[in-house]
């Protein structure tokens, strides 16, 4: 079945500090791929998202390439800041025709001064 | 305005309660979502319907009885309450084709003593 592998946590970083938080994925055919954010006493909002391979999805200062030769979905950041510290879920869609996000389980990023 | 409204946002109850958690969008999409997130914060789809038809249903134990009255609403109604329904339950919508985004409430804490 189809499932996402993400990097354990907690990752923790200084601020400014480069990020990269690694997803690899399984699933047949051309899943679309996520990453959602989940800041502390609240709920998931979205990230970020590619639908097919070589897209790059990017907002607030996050990036994903959707990479198909890889399987893999990394989330980066060139410079984190204290308030970008959350649980980063990475996130798949098959294709087909039931609507379901399977999701990895969650990379927590904890950002100092 | 809220666009998945769910509510309560916290509940606490005893052990053998029914109780209900509502959801509300007001984006005027067709499928809706329950995922359940578990203490390691481990995000696993419940339900799904689709124009008010159930067409997802997760190994989910049978005391857990989605309802949708319309597109815009899906309640979920929980018997008999387990110490093990501890959780944090995201109701979510999402429109047409599979891979577009899923959004998402912010979530109710359901606790169970």
């Known amino acids: 079945g189809d499932s996402v592998t993400q990097m354990e946590g907690p990752v923790t970083l200084s601020e400014e500090a480069f990020l990269t938080i690694n997803c690899t994925y399984t699933a047949t055919g051309y899943p679309s791929l996520f990453w959602y954010v989940q800041y502390p006493g609240e709920g998931l909002q979205l990230l970020l998202k590619?639908?097919?391979?070589?897209d790059k999805g990017s907002n607030k200062g996050f990036e994903a390439t959707y990479r198909k030769e890889t399987t893999s979905f990394h989330l980066e950041k060139g410079s984190v800041q204290v308030s970008d510290s959350a649980v980063y879920f990475c996130?798949?869609?098959?294709?087909?025709?039931?609507?379901?996000?399977?999701f990895g389980t969650g990379t927590r990023l904890q950002v100092t001064l | 305005d809220t666009a998945v409204s769910q509510t309560p946002k916290y509940l606490v109850t005893q052990m053998g309660n029914d109780k209900s958690i509502k959801c509300e969008q007001n984006l005027g999409h067709d499928t809706m979502y329950w995922y359940k997130q578990d203490s390691k914060k481990f995000l696993k789809i419940m339900f799904s319907y689709n124009n008010k038809e159930l067409i997802i249903n997760e190994t989910v134990p049978n005391r857990f009885s989605p309802k949708s009255p319309d597109k815009a609403h899906l309640n979920l109604h929980i018997n008999s309450l387990e110490l093990g329904d501890s959780a944090v339950y995201f109701c979510?919508?999402?429109?047409?084709?599979?891979?577009?985004?899923?959004?998402f409430g912010e979530g109710s804490w359901l606790t169970v003593v």
């Open positions: 996130a798949l869609h098959p294709t087909g025709t039931a609507s379901k996000l399977t």
């Open positions: 590619a639908t097919k391979a070589d």
């Open positions: 979510a919508s999402s429109q047409g084709q599979p891979g577009n985004t899923i959004y």
